[in-house]
C-alpha cells in the first residue's frame, strides 16, 4: 500500500473507532509489554489444526441464524431515549442506528444523546434522559460502572435501561450488582455475553492456527480500556494456546492511535522478525497504525494479518493487500436485538434467541467487489422482528 493510500485511510476513518467505546480504568496509564505467551497446559492435540480449519470454513459458512419467531406483540406509545457513548465512532453510531430502526418500527417515540466519546458527559447525560421521563434509556457502548450511580437513580424512577456493546455491573471483573433490564440475548453462548465474545475472539485465533498450526507465532496488539476486548482477547488467547501457538504481547491506548501505534508496531516487529501473524483489537487500530506500521517494518504480504470488525475501511486495505481476514458481527442486528429484548421486557416476556453470529471475511471469502463497499450479506431479521412483533 502507499503512503497516500495510508493517508487517505485515516482521513476516512474517525479516531475512537474502537469495537466500542466501552472505556475503562487504564485510560491515561500506558501499559505496554511485550512477552510470549505461557505454555498450555497439557499436551496440544494433534488434530488442533483440523480442527481450526473446520472452524474456519463454518465460519466462512456464517454462524448467524434468523431470531426466536416467537410471537411477542410490541408494546405501545413507548418513548425511549438513546445514549451513544460517542457518533464519532462507527462501531457506535452503526448498531445505535439499528437501536433506533427498531424501535421506530415498533412506533415508538426517540430521541438520541451523543457522548462524543468523552466518559465524563456519559452520567450527565442519563441524568437528562432522567429528567425527560422516558419509559426507558438504552445504553450504546456505555459499560454499567461508567454511570451506575445514575442508572441506580433511572430504576427508582421506575425507568427501564436497555443496552447494547455494554457490560452490565455484575461482570466479574466489576463485581457490583445488575442495573440491566434488557440485553440481546445469545442463545449460542447460553445467554453469557461475555462467553459470546469470546467465541467471536476464539474463532480469530483459530484462522491463524488453521494456516500455521503449532508454528503459528504472533504478535497481538491489545487495547485494554475496554471491557470487550478483554474476552475477546481471552477468546483468540484461548485458540492461539490450544493449537500450540506463541504470543507476543502488546498493549495501547486508543490515545496513541496514529503515528505513535504505527512505530509501536514496526518497533515491535523488527524485535520480532519470527512473528508470522500480526493481530489488530479492532478496525480503528488497523487503519490508524497497525496497517502501516507493518508496511514500515517492510513485512506487508510477510505476515498473516487478522483485522478487526470488518468494517468498510477495513475490507478497502483487504483489498489491498494489507489485510488477510475479518470477523464480522452484522451491527445493526445487534441494535434490533437490543429493542427486541426491550420489547419483551415491556409485555413482561422472557428474552428470545436473537440469532446473531458472524461470518469470517477474506480475500476469496464474501469480500465485496466495490471498493467502499460494507459487508451486507445477513439473513433477514428485520422482517423476522417486524412479524414477532405484529407491525
Request: contains cysteine; proline residues 7%.
Amino acid at each position: 500500500m502507499t503512503s497516500s493510500s495510508m493517508s487517505a485511510c485515516r482521513r476516512g476513518v474517525i479516531a475512537l473507532l474502537a469495537v466500542s467505546a466501552l472505556a475503562l480504568g487504564a485510560c491515561g496509564e500506558d501499559r505496554v509489554q511485550s512477552s510470549p505467551s505461557e505454555p498450555s497446559a497439557g499436551p496440544v492435540a494433534a488434530d488442533a489444526q483440523a480442527a481450526a480449519a473446520a472452524a474456519v470454513e463454518k465460519g466462512y459458512e456464517g454462524t448467524s441464524t434468523l431470531p426466536d419467531p416467537t410471537p411477542r406483540p410490541g408494546a405501545k406509545a413507548k418513548r425511549v431515549i438513546f445514549i451513544s457513548s460517542g457518533q464519532n465512532s462507527i462501531s457506535t453510531a452503526i448498531p445505535l442506528a439499528g437501536q433506533m430502526e427498531a424501535a421506530q418500527a415498533l412506533g415508538w417515540e426517540t430521541q438520541l444523546l451523543d457522548g462524543q466519546s468523552n466518559p465524563s458527559l456519559w452520567p450527565g447525560l442519563v441524568r437528562q434522559a432522567i429528567a425527560a421521563q422516558p419509559d426507558a434509556i438504552s445504553l450504546q457502548a456505555i459499560d454499567c460502572p461508567l454511570v451506575s450511580q445514575p442508572l441506580e437513580e433511572a430504576r427508582a424512577a421506575g425507568i427501564k435501561i436497555a443496552a447494547g456493546y455494554s457490560f452490565d455491573c455484575d461482570d466479574p471483573k466489576f463485581g457490583g450488582q445488575p442495573l440491566f433490564d434488557a440485553v440481546p440475548f445469545f442463545a449460542s453462548a447460553n445467554g453469557d455475553p461475555g462467553e459470546f465474545t469470546r467465541l467471536y475472539g476464539q474463532l480469530q485465533g483459530e484462522t491463524a492456527i488453521a494456516k500455521f498450526g503449532a508454528e503459528t507465532n504472533v504478535l497481538q496488539f491489545n487495547d485494554e480500556e475496554f471491557r470487550i476486548l478483554d474476552y475477546t482477547n481471552e477468546g483468540f488467547q484461548r485458540a492461539i494456546k490450544a493449537g500450540g501457538g506463541t504470543i507476543n504481547y502488546s498493549t495501547f491506548l486508543v490515545s496513541e492511535l496514529g503515528p505513535n501505534l504505527e512505530a509501536k508496531v514496526a518497533g515491535e516487529l523488527l524485535k520480532h522478525p519470527e512473528v508470522n501473524v500480526v493481530k489488530s483489537p479492532y478496525t480503528g487500530a488497523t487503519l490508524l497504525g497497525i496497517a502501516s506500521g507493518i508496511q514500515k517494518a517492510g513485512r506487508q504480504g510477510k505476515v498473516f494479518v487478522i483485522g478487526g470488525e470488518g468494517f468498510a475501511p477495513e475490507l478497502d486495505l483487504m483489498r489491498q493487500g494489507a489485510v488477510d481476514v475479518v470477523n464480522i458481527t452484522p451491527p445493526a442486528w445487534i441494535g434490533w436485538a437490543t429493542i427486541d429484548a426491550l420489547n419483551s421486557v415491556f409485555i413482561g416476556q422472557e428474552p428470545v434467541d436473537c440469532g446473531i453470529g458472524w461470518t469470517l471475511v477474506d480475500a476469496e471469502h464474501g469480500l465485496p467487489s466495490e471498493v467502499g463497499a460494507a459487508y451486507e450479506k445477513s439473513p433477514d431479521f428485520r422482517s423476522v422482528y417486524k412479524k414477532a412483533w405484529g407491525v
